[in-house]
Nanobody
Framework: VQLQASGGGLEQAGGSLRLSCAVS????????MAWFRQAPGKEREFVAA????????YYTDSVKGRFTISRDNAKKTVYLEMKSLKPEDTAVYYC????????????????WGQGTLVTVSS
């Protein structure tokens, strides 16, 4: 199983970025997916999750209204649209696969991407 995350980069505060995570080696359409992030010097934290169908989503409070998680099962890809970026959004963003459902806990996720760095300047 491979997860290839992309789309990170340097953006100014208030700007937007779109992250993508392409999954291979799995059916994907029955997997829950999520994005986590790890800021410098901090533990990795949950950002957003989406059910296998895309019909249900969940966000951590700090990104609600600014970030949108979505998926394209035909392309085996999950996205994270990030708007109104803040310097505190600076982190390495990881996508992850939960074969049995979807949720907030890192332990639920069996497969992880390599991460893509998002840097937001003030």
């Amino acid at each position: 199983v491979q997860l290839q995350a992309s789309g990170g980069g340097l953006e100014q505060a208030g700007g937007s970025l779109r992250l993508s995570c392409a999954v291979s080696g799995r059916t994907f359409s029955s997997d829950g997916m999520a994005w986590f992030r790890q800021a410098p010097g901090k533990e990795r934290e949950f950002v957003a999750a989406i059910s296998w169908s895309g019909g249900s989503t969940y966000y951590t409070d700090s990104v609600k209204g600014r970030f949108t998680i979505s998926r394209d099962n035909a392309k085996k890809t999950v996205y994270l649209e990030m708007k109104s970026l803040k310097p505190e959004d600076t982190a390495v963003y990881y996508c992850a696969v939960d074969p049995t459902g979807w949720g907030l806990k890192q332990g639920q996720y069996d497969y992880w991407g390599q991460g893509t760095l998002v840097t937001v300047s003030s």
